[in-house]
């Protein structure tokens, strides 16, 4: 239990608890229920309801312009954290504090591009 | 510790990315009607201009090289200068160029706009952030800007290239470009990891100090000035990086299918901003950090050069399209461009770089110049192939002569002196360095090129097309933005024709501050 | 102790280049990419620790930021793509040939 790779077999003997746990269960209950299929058991589950059509139906996605939004300007965020960590130490001050919003502005101008857009309605 | 900025240093992307800026606010404030159209258009060349100016300025400011950004004194190791970015003659010439490019390539997209269909707004905006890393590519002195910068010239052109939408060409060649691009970006950045990991800095100054053995590698150790294997792949990785972005073998595959697919414009900007931008990265990198280890990389450079002269004339010789064609010639040329890097150990390391800008330099001109008119020719044509070409001189002169001299000076021929000398510089710089193999695969190449460039040229005096008068596809009316492009794009190549010196006495002294 | 995490970065790029180049949908292939860009961040990461500054971790920061940046402009590209063909295979892009 020492060593590099050591702390990580605490790690493995978890999985493989877990794994044991999931399986057991399953295995003991497949050996004690009785098997009498039918075709209306064998159908796919849907809250009870009879299913309709294909699994690969096509659902609109609506908001993928928003995901696209959301991924660039929550990765933008990075920059903030280094920043956040040092803007109030000895010899930054206000200069930093202007710096930061400079760039926010810059993001903001997507924001107002993509408001303008209609970009944000829920259509 | 605050940085102090030198504003008037980067002041021409700054001006760039505050008209793009503008650009995008207009367009979301502005009524869409189509006057809206040119003042957008307008801005854009505004902005392009004023940061042409700014270079100017910077240029006749005088020969020593402004810095900014530099790391603290008190932080930096005295051995070296650290600065990210730094105006001295390299970048001014790069920048420079890019910036009559843009011009050329604003006033083609204003004629391509005037067609409707793709969004104005946004083609403008794009356009300026790939100005921005055009231009703030060649200052860049430190791995971290030279990414950035390089991403900021990829990433809007496959917008760009995409922009026509519904159109199943232009997204199909957008996702080539696209999966080519980024796959070269992670490439790159792996080797770019590599040598960080040697040389524990990211400063290409530092870098180079590093790889010469001047000064001590925190990360491995260099035996007797040889790097280690890991170093190797690297050096390699980073260079296979930039080969996409210049279209040089083995990476020239997606040239011709987005040069096709995209509208003529764009093609324009890959072929010449895009590429100058790939280009001055590349000798950033190799000669500012890596020419202490010239012997890893020079081998590979000059095998390049070869396969991609070779490559590119053969494959160029098949076409039917113009565009195709073009695109090819430009794999061409980008070799004859690469060839005299691959003597900068062997020859004068200033005069040989020196001969790849300048021939990168005319090589710009005159192929803006070729675009141009297949711009205004793709306006009345649906096809755009060389037979559509039948006659040009007859029917529109000014256009006609235009192309033919770009061709000529493309091939290297007599009439078209600058094509002419950028040639005989790089051959120079080749057969003075020893690289006498590399000269004559050169001389063959140029021999294969004069046959497609020739054929292309006869076309153009050829007579007007036999079966009558063909069915037009009923002739739109060409925009005005045209011509003055053209315009500007064949007195350049004209100038440097009359003086080539000129280029030659601003890019030879170019060697890094 | 960097070594592993190099080799787990190597391993990494790999994998993504491997599936570069052998799968054929592109959104598939980007996910590849964005693997491979992954790996150069770990990379720089370790670099950063083993050497003993920030700059490594500075680049990870922006190659984050690149990534996503691209992820957005590809994903918009394949779905304009996905609108005119019905299909995101790379093999089915083939209007561009001699």
Redesign the interface.
């Known amino acids: 239990m020492d060593g590099y790779f050591g702390s990580y077999v605490l790690v493995a003997a978890l999985l493989a608890i877990g794994v044991a746990i999931v399986a057991g269960a399953l295995l003991a209950n497949r050996l004690l229920r009785p098997s009498r299929p039918t075709p209306d058991k064998l159908t796919t589950y849907e809250c009870g309801v009879d299913p309709v059509g294909d699994g690969w139906a096509q659902s609109q996605v609506r908001y993928y312009v928003f995901t696209y939004l959301y991924v660039v300007f929550a990765v933008d965020a990075v920059f903030l954290f280094p920043w956040a960590t040092v803007f109030d130490a000895p010899g930054y001050g206000l200069t930093t504090l202007v710096e930061m919003f400079v760039f926010l502005g810059f993001i903001a101008l997507g924001i107002v591009y993509a408001w303008r857009k209609r970009v944000l309605t829920w259509t | 510790?605050?940085q102090q900025i030198d504003y008037f240093v980067i002041a021409p992307p700054l001006v760039l990315a505050l008209a793009a800026?503008l650009v995008?606010?207009l367009?979301?404030?502005l009524p869409a009607r189509p006057r809206t159209r040119g003042v957008l258009g307008l801005v854009t060349l505004a902005g392009v201009l004023v940061s042409l100016g700014f270079v100017v300025a910077q240029a006749a400011g005088g020969g020593t090289p402004r810095s900014t950004f530099c790391v603290p004194p008190s932080l930096a190791d005295p051995a070296t200068v650290q600065c990210s970015f730094v105006a001295d003659r390299f970048t001014l010439v790069f920048a420079g160029m890019v910036l009559v490019a843009a011009v050329v390539v604003v006033l083609l997209s204003m004629a391509e706009l005037a067609g409707g269909g793709i969004p104005v707004g946004e083609w403008y905006f794009l356009l300026l952030c790939t100005f921005v890393g055009a231009v703030t590519l060649p200052a860049s002195r430190d791995?971290?800007m030279l990414?950035?910068a390089l991403?900021l010239v990829s990433?809007p052109v496959?917008?760009l290239t995409?922009l026509k939408?519904?159109?199943?060409?232009s997204?199909?060649?957008?996702?080539?470009l696209?999966?080519v691009s980024?796959?070269s970006?992670?490439?790159m950045?792996?080797g770019?990891?590599?040598l960080?990991?040697i040389a524990?800095?990211?400063f290409l100054s530092r870098l180079g100090a590093v790889f010469s053995g001047q000064v001590q590698a925190?990360?491995v150790a260099l035996v007797q000035g040889e790097l280690p294997a890991v170093g190797t792949v690297g050096v390699v990785l980073v260079v296979a990086g930039f080969a996409f972005k210049i279209a040089a073998v083995p990476f020239h595959s997606w040239a011709?299918?987005v040069y096709?697919?995209a509208p003529v414009p764009v093609a324009a900007l890959l072929s010449v901003i895009s590429k100058a931008a790939g280009f001055a990265g590349l000798i950033l990198v190799l000669v500012a950090a890596l020419s202490g280890q010239a012997a890893t990389w020079v081998p590979i450079i000059a095998v390049l050069a070869a396969l991609t002269m070779t490559a590119g004339n053969l494959l160029a010789l098949?076409?039917r399209s113009a565009v195709?064609l073009l695109a090819w010639s430009s794999v061409a040329q980008s070799g004859y461009i690469l060839a005299p890097l691959a003597v900068t150990v062997t020859a004068d390391g200033a005069t040989a770089i020196g001969a790849s800008m300048a021939y990168l330099v005319i090589y710009a001109a005159m192929n803006l110049g070729a675009f141009a008119v297949v711009m205004l020719v793709s306006k009345t044509t649906t096809r755009n192939e060389l037979d559509d070409y039948r006659g040009l001189v007859f029917r529109r002169p000014a256009a006609g002569l235009a192309l033919a001299f770009c061709l000529i000076c493309l091939a290297g021929l007599p009439p078209g002196l600058a094509g002419l000398f950028a040639k005989v510089f790089v051959f120079r710089e080749l057969v003075e360095g020893g690289s006498g193999w590399l000269a004559l695969v050169m001389a063959v190449n140029t021999v294969i090129g004069l046959y497609y460039y020739a054929v292309w040229t006869a076309r153009l005096f050829a007579s007007a097309p036999e079966p009558g008068p063909v069915p037009e596809p009923a002739p739109r009316r060409t925009s005005p933005a045209t011509l003055p492009a053209i315009g500007i794009a064949v007195a350049v190549a004209v100038l440097f024709s009359v003086a080539p010196q000129l280029v030659l006495d601003v890019t030879a002294l170019s060697a890094f501050g | 102790m960097t070594t592993h995490y190099l080799i787990l970065s190597g391993l990494l790029f790999a994998i993504g280049a491997m599936g570069v180049l052998i799968r054929r949908n592109a959104i598939v292939v980007f996910m590849c990419v964005e693997l491979m860009l992954n790996a150069c961040n770990l990379a720089f990461v370790t670099f950063s620790r083993q050497v003993g500054n920030l700059e490594g971790q500075i680049i990870a920061f922006f190659v984050m930021v690149v990534a996503a940046a691209e992820v957005v402009v590809g994903l918009a590209i394949i779905v304009t793509i996905f609108r005119t063909r019905r299909s995101a295979s790379v093999d089915d892009a083939n209007l561009l040939k001699y």
């Open positions: 510790m605050i800026g995008l606010l367009d979301a404030f791995l971290i990414v950035v991403e990433l496959f917008a995409a939408r519904y159109d199943g060409r997204s199909e060649a957008a996702v080539k696209f999966v980024v796959v970006t992670a490439v950045l792996f770019v990891s590599l960080y990991g524990g800095t990211v925190p990360g011709a299918d096709q697919g098949r076409q195709r």
